[in-house]
């Protein structure tokens, strides 16, 4: 059975840091880009990084770039989001995905004072 | 970046009606490799969202086929043959040709 769980999401001050991790297992990880998906509380989706699979290969929406890093263990069947210099704006349930075909129930983070 | 554009925003329809959904993008779709990455995404309330096409017309596994893609270049429909119940949420189109992916602002589609 295919699983991709994230975890990490939470409450963050503006100006602070988070960091998601992905578990996917039950499917092949280390073959497929992956990425990280957001959607902001009653909006639509944003595609914020992805990943390729060897990990040498990384994009981010012009809106993260600089703050946010994308990461990968192959060998632990893992992703991870290092999130800083957060925003309100950055609020929103984070889904992993690989490829485009297989999405967790994503993590809620939301930046707040 | 490619905006994706999405009509109706809103789509009412009678139980075992058809419906349809128009995508439009900004620029080609059609990739330097010869394929058209469009995909087509159902959210049901609640639940993340779930690949019904990819590739303008392929139905990922376990999709009923009620639901069929078409289109090229810009402009691309999902169609639902006859609507049931449980087809209601939104649907976005997607594309992935182009850095960064970018999505439509979503169709809610109801029940009549």
């Known amino acids: 059975e295919v699983q991709v769980v994230e975890s990490g999401g939470g409450l963050v001050q503006p100006g602070g840091s988070l960091r998601l991790s992905c578990a996917a297992s039950g499917l092949t990880f280390n073959s497929y880009w992956m990425n990280w998906v957001r959607q902001a509380p009653g909006k639509g989706l944003e595609w914020v990084a992805k990943i390729k699979p060897d990990g040498n290969e990384k994009y981010y929406v012009d809106s993260v770039k600089g703050r946010f890093t994308i990461s990968r263990d192959n060998a632990k069947n893992s992703l991870h989001l290092q999130m800083n210099s957060l925003r309100a704006e950055d609020t929103a349930i984070y889904y992993c995905?690989?490829?485009?075909?297989?999405w967790g129930q994503g993590t809620l983070v939301t930046v707040s004072s | 970046d490619v905006v994706m554009t999405q009509s109706p925003l809103s789509l009412p329809v009678t139980l075992g009606q058809p419906a349809s959904i128009s995508c439009r993008s900004s620029?080609?779709?059609?990739?330097?490799?010869?394929?058209?990455?469009l995909s087509w995404f159902q959210q049901r309330p609640g639940q993340s969202p779930r690949r019904l096409i990819y590739r303008v017309s392929d139905r990922d596994s376990g999709v009923p086929d009620r639901f069929s893609g078409s289109g090229s270049g810009t402009d691309f429909t999902l169609k639902i043959s006859g609507v049931e119940a449980e087809d209601v949420g939104v649907y976005y189109c997607?594309?992935?040709?182009?850095?960064?992916?970018?999505f439509g602002q979503g169709t809610k589609l109801e029940i009549k």
């Open positions: 995905v690989r490829s485009a075909d297989y």
């Open positions: 620029q080609s779709l059609v990739h330097s490799d010869g394929n058209t990455y």
């Open positions: 997607m594309q992935g040709t182009h850095w960064p992916h970018t």
